[in-house]
T-cell receptor
Framework: DAKTTQPNSMESNEEEPVHLPCNHS???????IHWYRQLPSQGPEYVIH???SNVNNRMASLAIAEDRKSSTLILHRATLRDAAVYYC???????????????FGTGTRLQVTL | NAGVMQNPRHLVRRRGQEARLRCSPM?????VYWYRQLPEEGLKFMVY????????ESGMPKERFSAEFPKEGPSILRIQQVVRGDSAAYFC?????????????FGDGTRLSIL
């Protein structure tokens, strides 16, 4: 599996935008970029995913670099409830079955302060 | 629209006992995944099941652990003769399909403590 690199931690002030970076320099053309987050004492939660184009949903935006070697998860207005560990995960689109598993790294721990 | 339901939320067992963890996927989902999160460690894939079939068990320990997803009823992760090292949070996820653009929806986990 192609590997991702994320900063260990980031801080943000409440109601400000947050840009969470992810490097994936060995990404293949068929890898989807997924983001999940895990709030304290909860299971992971799907946030967003994309392949080549930028994506928006009600939770966040995903900006994908033109060469796809990096991406950025954007929270437009951070709230205290966004404090979590954010995981950037690549999933190979070529292989069914065994490609279904998610490979979690260490993620980025986001702290949000008043 | 209920999400993935796991029970119990907390389970305490003594060494040597059996632990049974249950997972009811989201309605309409026929694909179930189990992950384990050891204390101070990341989430690790254990097993992927589709109704009545194990598709990928590459992350399952070779002994004492088994999983099933019967035609009727929840998926069960079973740990026999538990040891202290089995203490962890066990998460179940479900999805509608296997495509790499299909998100997985997680339950809130079962926290297993071994005395």
């Amino acid at each position: 599996d192609a590997k991702t690199t994320q900063p260990n931690s980031m801080e943000s002030n409440e109601e400000e935008p947050v840009h969470l970076p992810c490097n994936h320099s060995t990404i293949s053309g068929t890898d989807y970029i997924h983001w999940y987050r895990q709030l304290p004492s909860q299971g992971p939660e799907y946030v967003i995913h994309g392949l080549t184009s930028n994506v928006n949903n009600r939770m966040a935006s995903l900006a994908i670099a033109e060469d796809r070697k990096s991406s950025t998860l954007i929270l437009h207005r951070a709230t205290l409830r966004d404090a979590a560990v954010y995981y950037c995960i690549l999933r190979d689109g070529r292989i069914a079955g065994t490609a279904s598993k998610l490979t979690f790294g260490t993620g980025t721990r986001l702290q949000v302060t008043l | 629209n209920a999400g993935v339901m796991q029970n119990p939320r907390h389970l305490v067992r003594r060494r040597g006992q059996e632990a049974r963890l249950r997972c009811s996927p989201m309605k309409g989902h026929s694909h179930v995944y189990w992950y384990r999160q050891l204390p101070e460690e990341g989430l690790k894939f254990m097993v992927y099941l589709q109704k009545e079939n194990i598709i990928d068990e590459s992350g399952m320990p070779k002994e004492r652990f088994s999983a099933e997803f019967p035609k009727e009823g929840p998926s069960i992760l079973r740990i026999q003769q538990v040891v202290r090292g089995d203490s962890a949070a066990y998460f179940c996820a479900s999805s509608t399909g296997t495509g790499s653009n299909q998100p997985q929806h997680f339950g809130d986990g079962t926290r297993l403590s071994i005395l």
